[in-house]
């Protein structure tokens, strides 16, 4: 659902059947790991396992941290609203937007982020785009967006082309 004023777009991030599953077994095998490990004895040689699995803890607080929720654009600014905060982009500073394809962005290599479990957020490169940051839960409607400092930026929207037109207009 899209949320329409005459200053004002909003819209959910849609979640792909694929990124539903890597999320689902990524967190069942998560807990199953914790609950094996947790209810077992440790010698004092493993213990550095368990500090490990404290990092491990920590990575997967920050992937749902950065999922993003809903993309929105006002006169001033376009926003991915996150669980922990969100990215504001100044429309001023907007030099490009327009859809791209699923095809723009294959062959891309992931250098950060997380590559399907809470979407595909963080920092990737190719040879197309050069080195961008995405946050996408589905790779088939997406947006590129290019800002004069040279920031690149991917996302994903269910209503790709109404939010580019939004975003021209203004």
């Known amino acids: 659902m899209m949320d329409f004023n005459s200053n004002r777009i909003s819209v959910p991030f849609h979640w792909s059947g694929g990124v539903w599953t890597m999320t689902i077994v990524f967190v069942l095998v998560f807990v199953g790991v914790n609950f094996r490990l947790g209810s077992s004895a440790w010698p004092v040689e493993m213990l550095w396992l368990r500090y490990l699995l404290i990092v491990f803890l920590a990575a997967v607080i920050m992937v749902f941290g950065y999922m993003p929720i809903r993309l929105e654009a006002n ?3 376009i926003i991915v609203k996150r669980l922990l905060g969100s990215l504001q982009i100044p429309r001023s500073e907007i030099i490009e937007i327009r859809r791209i394809s699923k095809s723009d962005i294959s062959n891309s290599i992931r250098t950060f982020g997380s590559g399907g479990a809470g979407g595909y957020c963080g920092r990737f490169r190719n ?7 995405m946050y996408a839960t589905e790779l088939n409607n997406l947006i590129f967006i290019r800002t004069n400092g040279n920031k690149k930026y991917v996302f994903s929207c269910s209503c790709p082309q109404e939010f580019v037109e939004y975003v021209k207009q203004g």
């Open 127 to 133: 040879n197309g785009l050069g080195r961008y940051t």
């Open 75 to 77: 006169n001033e600014k």
